[in-house]
């Protein structure tokens, strides 16, 4: 089991352009296969979190109860805010609480697979601050944006365990340096 951050960035380092949007990635085949896919990687997940930025954009461009799509995802999924959201159907669990404090119920609730921190970064650089970040999968777009929401606003050691290509994305599976 570990906890891991996998997510696309641009290649200059930003998982979201100034206007919060990810045009950049949407019109690319980002469905391909390969050693590092998305299908690939979510096999292993039992639980994800996500910040409130993440789980507006995930309602805004994949759930419309009026069409029938519901939310995307049948595992147990814990949104960070200090802030009311809409709630969906599903397991999503709204919470304030450090990561730290809430990271063993992410664990067991994942029954012995991994726990996926999906964005944004300042999350995935709680997780790390904690101790509690195992790995870091990028998917590098072709594209540079220049400014926007940063892939890691922190500074972070990391250890190169695996390089792959998937269409046009180059990609690396990290391990955090304690």
Known sequence: MATQYFTASSVDGFIADPDNSLSWLLSRDVSAGGPMSYAGFFESVGAMVMGATTYRWILEHDVDPDTGRPWPYDIPCWVFSHRDLPEVEGD???????????????VAAASGRNVWVVGG??????????????????????VTLGSGAPLLPRRLELRLEEVGRNRDFACARYGVVR
Not at 127 to 133: V, Y
Not at 134 to 142: I, M
Request: charged share 25%.
């Open 121 to 142: 970064g300042d999350l995935a650089g709680q997780f790390a601050d904690a101790g509690l970040l195992d790995e870091v999968w990028v998917q590098y777009a072709p």
């Open 92 to 106: 999503v669990r709204f919470v304030r609480e450090a990561v730290s404090e809430l990271h063993a119920e992410m």
